[in-house]
């Protein structure tokens, strides 16, 4: 039982179970007490964005429907299972993931969640992780089994904590920002009974008043205690201000706002352009476009003020920022050049690499936590890692934009070939990609020189930054040279992207090891090889047109050189 629950007891234990059958809490107003401050994973927060990233990191979900049909927001879930209210242990929430896993404990594999209770009492699965445990503390490989138990286990132990309420760290330490908060039942480590007793009461109101489904006394009591908390350390309590922008944050949803907004201005455009439409339909795909970069925009800047640093230094934040430069790059194209292609080329890398990373919550966690000491000087990591990440930017555009070209010559090679601008215009793009990843590999170096003491070690990440960048460059100088056909160069845009994927995406979910640890992570692989997989053949099959174009039409292949006259 709970300590919250133990304050919310005014009356017999028997009776509040009776009451609280019979509320409905999923209609009470949550933002008052979401807006209660919390130390968690190495930072002060909004327990609202507790709940949500509690809930997801437990189920994979941001949102919970219980096996009577009910579904159940994050503050919701959070306060029932330290009241007690609902029988947590026995719903079906756990995240298995992998099939290996659930064929190794005796589980369902067509089953993807499991009840704490059911897997608790699953002897095998602690056996795995305390032998996972082990080759970690000895710095040894672990297998993808051994990586899912040791997440399973700390779902399990999450969850445990939750329910027993060890977690809910909401009283305020009297000094520093760093030390550790504590919880209610532990109020006394820092405060008297005086200091706290105001507190107190309304812990037990807010409680109270939660398992009655009182609306507005829970808003109250909850906005009451935040005041009260606040009072205990006025310099150590978050401001009111950093606490509802996080919650508005949350929210607002920006980048949801966003998916479909691209999503929407992507079709129109597509349409305009299939129909060779230039009156009204391209405007509109043009100005929703804007505004769904402005949406995008929001979210980063509001990510940014929140964690006071620029928003790159896990995949997910790496993947929105380098999804919005795309489109901000294909934007800026656009205005120079008068042409949508560059959107159109855009807005479906930028609209696949948003709803990829929305499709794995556990692989790309959107917590905002705090950095690791490599990551802490906001210099380098200002210059070197936009820059290094503005250039996945320009390569993926440039990716974006061979495959329309790809795409034409799969449907016409002859037309295709004779289309100057758009290859003027891909070469333009390959350019910037080449500059902005040139220039972020030699400032990893310097960082590198600033963060370990030596410029260069032929780190995995290292490596492969500088064969993609190699790649490119041989693509560039090979058109110069005459090497290969233009055809080529639109082909090595897409290729060459492949590298770039195994930099930004390999090194730290494949590979998993080097001094860039902080970013590394599981999953994925198989919507990732798909895309490989897939793209790889689109490739054969516009190469193989192309060269079947030119056995029946040879002499058309002269005029790759020869300018588009209008």
């Excluded at 949801?256 to 060779?276: E, F, P, T």
């Excluded at 993926?396 to 295709?416: E, K, V």
Aim: glycine residues 6%.
């Amino acid at each position: 039982m709970s300590w919250i629950f133990v304050l919310a007891i005014c009356f017999a234990a028997d009776e509040l179970r009776a009451q609280t059958s019979l509320a409905d809490t999923s209609r009470l107003d949550f933002k008052q007490f979401g807006l209660l401050a919390i130390q968690d994973g190495g930072r002060r927060k909004p327990v609202d964005t507790f709940a949500r990233e509690t809930l997801i990191r437990v189920t994979g979900r941001s949102t919970y429907t219980d096996k009577a049909g009910r579904e159940w927001q994050p503050n919701d879930f959070v306060l029932s299972a330290m009241l007690e209210t609902h029988d947590w242990k026995a719903e079906p929430m756990v995240l298995v993931s992998l099939g290996a896993l659930k064929e190794r404990l005796g589980l369902s594999k067509t089953q993807r969640r499991f009840s704490f209770a059911e897997l608790v009492g699953l002897s095998e699965l602690q056996r795995i992780a305390n032998e996972a445990h082990a080759k970690k503390r000895a710095e040894k490989q672990l297998d993808r089994v051994e990586q899912e138990a040791l997440s399973v286990s700390d779902r399990l132990a999450l969850l445990a904590h939750v329910m027993e309420g060890s977690v809910f760290l909401i009283v305020p330490a009297p000094k520093n920002e760093t030390d550790p908060w504590a919880e209610p039942q532990e109020w006394s480590k820092y405060y008297s009974q005086t200091q706290f007793d105001a507190s107190q009461n309304e812990l037990k109101n807010t409680a109270t008043a939660y398992v009655d489904a009182d609306g507005f006394k829970f808003s109250r009591a909850a906005n009451q205690l935040r005041e009260n908390l606040r009072a205990l350390s006025p310099s150590v309590y978050p401001q009111d201000r950093q606490l509802r922008l996080e919650y508005f944050y949350n929210h607002f949803e920006a980048f949801y706002r966003a998916i479909l907004l691209y999503g929407i201005a992507l079709v129109i455009l597509l349409v305009a352009h299939l129909r060779s439409r230039r009156g009204i339909l391209p405007k509109i795909g043009v100005a929703l476009a804007i505004v769904a970069l402005l949406f995008h925009a929001s979210g980063i800047v509001m990510r940014c003020l929140i964690a006071g640093r620029p928003p790159v230094t896990n995949m997910y934040e790496s993947i929105i920022w380098v999804s919005f430069a795309v489109s901000f790059f294909g934007m800026i194209f656009f205005a120079r050049y008068r042409t949508p292609v560059y959107l159109l080329a855009a807005l479906p890398v930028t609209l696949v690499a948003l709803l990829l990373v929305f499709q794995m919550p556990i692989a790309m966690p959107a917590s905002i936590d705090p950095l690791v000491p490599v990551l802490r000087d906001n210099f380098w990591l200002t210059i070197h890692v936009l820059t290094i990440t503005l250039s996945y930017a320009a390569c993926a555009l440039a990716m974006g934009f061979g495959h329309i070209l790809l795409y034409r010559y799969a449907r016409n090679p002859a037309a295709a070939r004779a289309d100057q601008p758009m290859h003027f215009w891909l070469y333009r793009v390959l350019q910037l990609g080449v500059i902005l990843l040139a220039a972020g590999t030699i400032l990893g170096g310097v960082w590198a020189n600033y963060s370990w003491g030596r410029f260069w070690g032929w780190d995995p990440k290292e490596t492969w930054a500088l064969i993609a960048l190699l790649c490119y460059i041989l693509t560039l100088h090979g058109r110069l040279a005459g090497w290969w056909t233009q055809f080529g160069l639109v082909v090595a845009s897409v290729v060459c992207f492949l590298a770039v994927l195994m930099a930004w995406y390999g090194v730290n979910f494949v590979l998993g090891k080097g001094l860039h640890s902080y970013g590394f992570g599981i999953g994925g692989e198989t919507y990732v090889a798909t895309f490989v997989a897939f793209d790889l053949l689109f490739v054969g099959f516009a190469i193989w047109r192309y060269r079947a174009s030119k056995r029946v039409l040879a002499p058309s292949a002269e005029m790759e050189d020869e300018p588009v006259t209008a």
